[in-house]
């Protein structure tokens, strides 16, 4: 079993900044590929962001990329995202999520591939 703790959320301006961050428990973290995902007021989850097990590869939906980056710090336990350059539109709950069976320089963008989603945080964007 893993657990996961997303923290960091909050309310910000348009064109402002927040850190998210995910502690994960249960499992070696470097077992772990990790990702973000979103749900807004009224519209399906949507694809974030993505990190492999490695950390050496990334992939972000096209709507955040240029302004999310996402990273991991395997000897902490955590994955964070970083949120520059935020917009309305990015006003959701985002939650961390886990793939346990990931190979070792994969990363995976649906949501069915990954098995531990955390509580969520959420994220408001005022214009």
């Known amino acids: 079993q893993v657990q996961l703790v997303e923290s960091g959320g909050g309310l910000v301006q348009a064109g402002g900044s927040l850190r998210l961050s995910c502690a994960a428990s249960?499992?070696?973290?470097?077992?772990?590929?990790m990702g973000w995902f979103r749900r807004a007021p009224g519209k399906e989850r949507e694809f974030v962001a993505a990190?492999?097990?490695?950390?050496?590869?990334?992939s972000y939906a096209d709507y955040v990329k240029g302004r999310f980056t996402i990273s991991r710090d395997n000897a902490k336990n955590k994955v964070h995202l970083q949120m520059n350059s935020l917009a309305p539109e990015d006003t959701a709950v985002y939650y961390c999520?886990?793939?346990?069976?990931?190979?070792?320089?994969?990363?995976?963008?649906?949501?069915?591939?990954?098995?531990?989603w955390g509580q969520g945080t959420q994220v408001t964007v005022s214009s």
């Open positions: 999520v886990t793939n346990s069976r990931s190979a070792w320089q994969t990363t995976a963008t649906m949501g069915e591939e990954y098995d531990y």
């Open positions: 249960g499992r070696t973290f470097s077992s772990l590929a």
């Open positions: 990190i492999s097990r490695s950390g050496g590869k990334t």
